[in-house]
Structures are given as C-alpha cells and as structure tokens.
C-alpha cells in the first residue's frame, strides 16, 4: 500500500502507529493485525466535506429527483409520477437557468391537486403549486418576509416561486420525518460517503438533525467525524444548556453558529455590489447586519464561533467586516462559500485568521453562470490560488446535495476549473488552479483545524487518528492533474482505525 510518503502504514486501536518503507512496518507489526495489500495505489488522510447538508441530502435521495433536468417540461413529467406520500408531493435538484420557461404554480395545478414542493438545486427557491400555497396561507395579500421573495405576476398573485426566507412560509407544513426516518437515512447516507473516500464531514442544518447524529453516537453506529453547525436560531437555547463552539467527542463536536448574509448564485440572490450583468437588481441581503452583528457578538461572549454564509462581493465585504471584529474563541471563525470577492477583499480573510470554507464542484456548474451574470467581476470568483497566496485557511467541500459529496469532483475542479464538459480547454482563469498536495489540504488538514483537531487529524502520520483512505491512483497524480483523480476511486475507507469500506 502506498502512502504519499511512504509504502506502508501500521494503525492499532484507532491510531496510526508506524509509516515508512514496507519492511520495517512489517518488523513493528505485532502478530494478528490484519494486511491489506493493495499494490500501486495511493494513500491520503480521510477527506472531509468542509460544508454539508448531510441529512437532507439523506432525505433527498429518497425524493424526486430533478438535478440535472434540461427542461421545465421534464421536471413536470418527472414529478407526474411521483407518489403523495404523506399528502404531499416534494422533489429536489431544478435549476432554472437555461429554461425557456419559468417555474410556475399553473403547470404543477395541472398534474397534482395534492400540495407539491420542489426544493431548488441551490436550496435557495422553492416552486410550489397553488394547493401549497392554500396550504401556508400564502396570498396576494401575504407580505415578502425580511430577507425572501415572493414571486408575483402583473396581477399581484403568487407565481408559485418562493425565494429566500419566503421558503420559511412553507416549510412548517412540510410532512417531518421521524426520528427512525433520519436515523435510517442517516446510515444510507453514511454508508455512500465512506463508499467515496470521506471520512468526515461540516454539516450545517437543524437541530433535529444534530439529534439523529447523537442517537447514531449514542448506539455505536457514527463512523464519520461530524463538526456540527447549528442554526443562529437555536443560540440561546444552546447557551442555555451551557455549549459552545468546541465541545463534544471524538466523532460529534460543535462548531459555529450558523448565519445567512445572502442568497445564491443560482437564483441571483448573492447580494453584489454592482448589479447583475444587463440588470439593476444587487441580490438581496438577507439578515439586516445590525441584527447580524448583535447575533455575532451573543455568540462570541458566550464561546460560539460565528459560521456566516457569504456568497456576492457585498455579502463578502460585510462579513469580513462583520466577523474580524470578533474575540476569538476555542474555534475560528468562517466564511461559507466565500465566492465572488473584490480585489480590494480577497487578503483580509487571511489577515483576520478565518477560514474561508469554499466548494469547488460549483466550478462544474457555475462558470457559464457566472460569465453570465457577474461579466468581468467572474475573475474574483473561485480565487483559490490568489486566496492561498495570501495565507488564508482554506476548507474544502460540497455543499451537498447543491453538489456530488464524491471529492473526486472537487479535486478534479480545483485542479482543471473547467465545467464538466471540461470547457474551456485550459481552465477558467487557470491562473488560480492549485496542485493536487494544495488541493488535499484542503479537504484534510485545513478541515481537521477548522474543527480544532490538527494536532490529531488531517495526516497520515503517527499519533494521527487511522483515518485514511487508498484510492486507485498512480501517486504520480501528485505531479499530474485532475482528471486521473477524477477517473480513479477509492478501495479502501479507514475511520478511527475500522475498515469501512472495501471495494
């Protein structure tokens, strides 16, 4: 077995013990330990999804599925023949963008009488049909919540299109899974993640979800290391149970409270300084920055690391300015996605000791719409070489289910940066690719000291946790580029010393 550095490694009870040359980790082996031969592959840390929505994208894959849809047409097929379960009809994935038509509540009218919810691929939008809307009480008269749309036409009516926080209208009437649901989801999903060589993950969704995490802890079943960040609305119900940032085990811990400053992309709710492309409209903010700032400094007097979610070049000025005043606590502070940053921006994240938690999948997708909606400021976008350079800590992830937990995709799109049709030839802006060692960091140590826990993960190295995984490439990858990491998989998954998957 070839580690990056080395042909063999011994681990016992959960720790590696020994790495270096096969003959004398064989010699330290004591009798009894289990040998996987695996001849000219190659050996790194566990990887780490840096941003996840684990459990819902759990409960998505038992959803209909409606990523990677062309047309509003077959979104409308595919959702025709689901099944009402619970007296509702919910699907996830449609991306809108390249549409000749726009979501509508009349053509869902047309196919279900039942309500019917379909989630965005960015979870930033919602289309609902008319029965969905009757369902929340959802009017011509109804208000846009602060920070959300409601999408109306000439009349004033709803559309059926929910942007943002007018989501949250919605959502309360959604049937809820039970605890056996999540809990049984929750493995499925575990199980894929080991199957794709990532051993831990940064999940940041609700607190039923953190409890499904603790009963899977409580029952022996967690083997993935989970930082979890919770919802900025259950901080002072998390203060009043005496946590805070930091806390917890080996394999579930607290991370930052959990704030949105913008929307997406996608939906072209990232709050910018400069309008959309051919358009007067910036985005929107999404939680006022007074309210923000007091949330922030609660948090910090009580030990919680702020989580913000940043994503237009305004959102990531006003985080920046928001969270480098802030006291340091046991974990850093961070910025989620940290997407499109103006020139005048991108050192200050280093320069304030924050991690900067970025997803490259998007780059998959997001190229043809950012050229689109950003125009020049794209070159801001992604900047993962400028960012390094700068000295910033930067975590690596998915966003899953907005994008594939497997990290070959990520690995693959911060070493090319081109779309999955591998245009344009060279990379969009190839000036800020990274090498594949840059990019690994990223997904292991870089996660493991957002989460507090450099000194025990992230390496494959003795007295680090046995948490590793053998992949089958040719180690020449670490000098080569994406698309041989891309085309290899993972054989052996390794958590806390226990094989979790062999393929």
Request: proline share 7%.
């Amino acid at each position: 077995m070839t580690a990056t550095d080395a042909e063999s490694v011994l681990w016992i009870d959960g720790t590696i013990r020994t790495v270096g040359p096969a003959v004398k980790v064989e010699r330290s082996a004591p009798p009894g330990v289990p040998r996987y031969d695996l001849p000219d592959t190659m050996v790194t840390p566990g990887f780490v999804d840096g941003h996840t929505h684990l459990g819902l994208w759990a409960m998505n894959r038992r959803r209909v599925e409606l990523r990677g849809v062309r047309t509003r047409e077959e979104v409308i097929r595919r959702v025709a023949a689901a099944r009402v379960v619970q007296g509702w009809v919910i699907g996830q994935g449609w991306d809108a963008n390249g549409w000749n038509d726009a979501p509508d509540r009349h053509s869902l009218d047309r196919i279900h009488s039942s309500p019917v919810y379909l989630d965005s691929l960015d979870v930033h939008a919602a289309w609902v049909n008319s029965a969905a809307l009757a369902e929340a009480g959802i009017t011509r008269e109804t208000a846009d919540p602060p920070g959300g749309r409601i999408v109306r036409d000439g009349n004033g009516e709803p559309t059926g299109l929910l942007l943002e926080r007018a989501v949250e209208l919605v959502l309360p009437y959604l049937p809820q899974p039970s605890a056996f649901t999540l809990d049984e989801v929750l493995r499925e999903a575990q199980s894929e993640a080991h199957r794709v060589g990532i051993t831990g993950v940064h999940d940041v969704e609700s607190m039923s979800i953190l409890e499904a995490f603790r009963r899977l802890e409580s029952s022996d079943e967690l083997r993935l290391r989970v930082l979890f960040q919770p919802p900025v609305s259950a901080l002072t119900h998390l203060i009043r149970q005496g946590l805070r940032s930091g806390q917890g085990s080996e394999w579930l811990s607290l991370g930052g409270v959990k704030m949105f400053l913008d929307g997406s992309l996608g939906s072209r709710t990232a709050w910018m300084l400069e309008p959309y492309a051919g358009t007067r409209d910036r985005g929107m903010p999404i939680t006022p920055l007074g309210v923000a700032q007091d949330a922030m400094n609660t948090a910090a007097a009580a030990g919680w690391a702020t989580t913000v979610h940043a994503i237009g070049d305004a959102a990531v000025r006003q985080a920046l300015d928001l969270v480098s005043r802030l006291p340091r606590v046991a974990l850093p502070h961070r910025i989620e996605h940290f997407q499109c940053v103006h020139p005048d921006d991108l050192r200050r994240g280093a320069q304030a000791g924050l991690v900067l938690s970025m997803q490259p999948p998007h780059l998959l997708t997001d190229i043809p719409l950012v050229e689109r909606h950003w125009g020049e400021r794209g070159w801001g976008a992604y900047a993962f070489r400028s960012l390094l350079q700068s000295g910033a800590s930067l975590v690596f992830g998915s966003d899953v289910p907005v994008a594939s937990i497997d990290p070959r995709e990520g690995v693959y799109s911060a070493l090319e940066r081109t779309t999955g049709d591998g245009a344009p030839p060279n990379g969009w802006h190839p000036g800020e690719k990274l090498n594949f060692r840059e990019t690994v960091h990223a997904y292991t140590v870089a996660p493991a000291h957002a989460a507090g826990a450099c000194a025990r993960r992230g390496k494959v190295a003795p007295g680090y946790a046995a948490d590793l995984v053998a992949w089958s490439v040719d180690p020449a990858i670490e000098h080569g580029d994406g698309r041989a990491f891309r085309e290899g998989r993972a054989l052996l998954t390794v958590v806390g010393g226990e094989v979790v998957m062999r393929a």
